[in-house]
């Protein structure tokens, strides 16, 4: 059941749809950095709330980021998961 946000598929027909008015209503800009997306530094949806957190696909919750900058806020997110998250455990995160 919805809780009255509406999701960006009420508005677009396609995730390339919401794409393309994303782009025009940031200027063309990485909402992160600011620095405008080119070909080799396309945008990437991310989500200013994290799923992973409580966000949601609502329009509002969405804005373009470059990859790298998108990753950059991820794994700043996912420090305070794991801080939490190991905090019981033996930090052996390193694999092989
Ligand atoms: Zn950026």
Known sequence: MRKGKL???DYFGS???LVQHLI???DNQC???MEPF???DPPTVDHIYP???GGTWAIDNLALA???CNQDKDSRVLQ???QWSVSGQARNVRTV
Do not use: A, I, N
């Open 80 to 82: 305070c998961v794991l």
């Open 38 to 40: 080119t070909k080799g």
């Open 24 to 26: 025009t209503q940031q």
């Open 15 to 17: 995730k390339q749809e």
């Open 7 to 9: 999701l960006y598929l």
């Open 31 to 33: 909402y992160l950095c």
């Open 66 to 68: 470059h990859r790298v």
């Open 51 to 53: 799923l992973s957190r």
